[in-house]
């Protein structure tokens, strides 16, 4: 017998950071909300520690990480490109690296606190109607559901189960090809050897407490990065790489580094996925559907960061749809669409320029252009909170006289750097072919990137 549906203002695919972020808002305000995701309650989302600028919670209303959802703030956060010779430093704090698995815990907390329902389901088809979606979705028990929601919200991360079935918009099919994901891995270990690690770190002018980039390890898009605490008793490592380019994962890469990193202890919890780091779609929503979150590519490409862009994502759309006589009529599903893109647009389209600009360049590239001085604390501080591009005048003329002086690194850097200025000014309104251009594309750099492991020498360090 066909299971009868359930009514509700809003159904919810997906109960990662985006997806239960925007189930408890939505609840908040007093409409019916069901959330369902395909893994049990307590294994949705990211499992791992994520860094996340402070200034992003604020933005989406969520109060910021404390206790054990906070696995540290403060210290400085260095970044030293593999060869480099010399560091840049963000030293006014702002970012936050939170437990994932205990956000996603509270937001989940949320919502239900305020009326939401949560079900383990597969959502399968999904079938827009006039006024509402039908959606069938299959139960861990083997049994069959069936909802009827006048909103169905897509947050069910790069699997994008919602958008990819109803290909209501023209680039909605798609699937974000391999060019376009970053593969990373992240772990929290205890720290078998302090005084070694801190040891390491000084290498590269780091202390306890801080964080250490070292982009470069396997192409010119990868990272090997390190959060520790002043104690040094645990730290957490994160790796990632386009795998695509014939490179290792961020998962081979862990292996790899965990072999030649003798302070590394015991492995305490983390995982490992993919991040699509392409700018937003086109199109976020369509008649009765919104995407969120990684659905929606919402992440800042330049360093693969989905969190904070998802959860504001998830506020903005509740403050378009929730109070409208209905949630999932046109008004409030534009509204989500133009306030996004004009508040974050222009950011993660210029995110985007950069990241296809790092990923078809050499690993050595940032290195030379940090020791150049064509990266400086201001552009870096910016990137690492997902800011715009600061351009101030006196910054623009030191960065153009440093460029006089590496006249073939700066002819490499300059259109990149113009490329991301435009994209920045036009992606609060411009979408499709004209942004596409801008942005640019990806040109396969010939070989595949070469592995280099920071912590290679380490045996030599007493
Ligand atoms: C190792 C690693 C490190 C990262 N580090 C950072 C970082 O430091 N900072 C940062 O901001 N970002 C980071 N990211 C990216 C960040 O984790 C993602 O952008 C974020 O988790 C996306 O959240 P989401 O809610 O959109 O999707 P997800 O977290 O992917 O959640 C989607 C949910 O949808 C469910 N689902 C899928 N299909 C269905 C279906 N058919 N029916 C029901 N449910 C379904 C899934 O089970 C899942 O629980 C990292 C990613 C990785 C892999």
Redesign the pocket.
């Known amino acids: 017998m066909a299971a009868s549906a359930i009514d509700t203002d809003v159904l919810v695919?997906?109960?990662?950071?985006?997806?239960?972020?925007a189930a408890a808002q939505i609840a908040k305000a007093g409409r019916s909300v069901v959330l369902?995701?395909?893994?049990p309650e307590g294994?949705?989302?990211?499992r791992?520690?994520?860094?996340?600028p402070g200034w992003m919670f604020e933005a989406a209303g969520v109060s910021p990480p404390s206790g054990d959802e906070l696995f540290k703030t403060g210290g400085d956060f260095v970044m030293a490109p593999f060869g480099a010779t010399r560091q840049v430093v963000h030293r006014s704090g702002g970012m936050f690296?939170?437990d994932?698995r205990q956000f996603?815990a509270r937001q989940l907390e949320t919502a239900r606190r305020h009326g939401a329902e949560f079900l383990r389901?597969?959502?399968?088809t999904f079938r827009v109607e006039e006024g509402a979606v039908t959606v069938d979705?299959r139960l861990p028990d083997g049994g069959s559901a069936k909802w009827r929601a006048r909103l169905v919200v897509d947050?069910?991360?790069?699997?994008a189960?919602v958008r990819r079935s109803v290909a209501a918009q023209p680039d909605w099919a798609e699937r974000t090809g391999g060019a376009d994901r970053?593969?990373?891995?992240?772990y929290q270990y205890r720290v078998a050897d302090r005084d070694r690690l801190a040891a390491f770190l000084a290498r590269y002018g780091a202390r306890p407490g801080d964080d250490l980039a070292i982009p470069g390890v396997a192409g010119g898009f990868s990272t090997l990065t390190l959060f520790t605490r002043p104690d040094l008793e645990c730290v957490g490592m994160?790796?990632?790489s386009i795998p695509h380019l014939g490179t290792e994962s961020?998962q081979q890469l862990v292996r790899r580094f965990e072999r030649s990193a003798p302070w590394l202890g015991e492995r305490l919890f983390?995982?490992?996925?993919?991040?699509?780091v392409r700018r937003p779609l086109s199109h976020l929503v369509s008649p009765r559907i919104a995407l969120?979150?990684?659905?929606?590519c919402?992440?800042?490409g330049a360093?693969?960061?989905?969190?904070?862009?998802?959860m504001i994502a998830a506020a903005t759309l509740a403050d378009n749809v929730a109070n409208e006589p209905d949630p999932g009529a046109a008004t409030g599903l534009s509204g989500y669409e133009r306030s996004f893109r004009r508040a974050h647009g222009g950011v993660l389209a210029a995110a985007d320029a950069l990241r296809r600009f790092s990923q078809r360049s050499p690993a050595s590239l940032a290195g030379r252009a940090l020791d150049a001085g064509l990266i400086d604390e201001e552009t870096f501080g910016a990137a690492l909170l997902q800011r715009a591009i600061p351009l101030s005048l006196s910054g623009s003329l030191r960065l153009g006289r440093r460029g006089l002086a590496v006249p073939r690194l700066a002819a490499q850097f300059g259109p990149a750097v113009v490329r991301a200025l435009l994209a920045e000014r036009m992606g609060g309104w411009s979408t499709g072919a004209t942004i596409d251009r801008v942005v640019g594309r990806h040109r396969a750099n010939g070989d595949a990137p070469a592995v280099n492991d920071p912590f290679a020498d380490e045996s030599r360090i007493d």
């Open positions: 695919v997906g109960a990662g950071s985006a997806g239960a972020t369902v995701d395909r893994r294994s949705t989302g990211a791992w520690v994520n860094g996340v690296h939170v994932m996603v389901a597969v959502a399968d979705g947050a069910s991360g790069l699997a189960v970053c593969m990373a891995a992240q994160l790796t990632g961020g983390g995982g490992a996925g993919a991040i699509p969120i979150g990684d659905a929606a919402q992440v800042f360093h693969g960061s989905g969190v904070g862009m998802g």
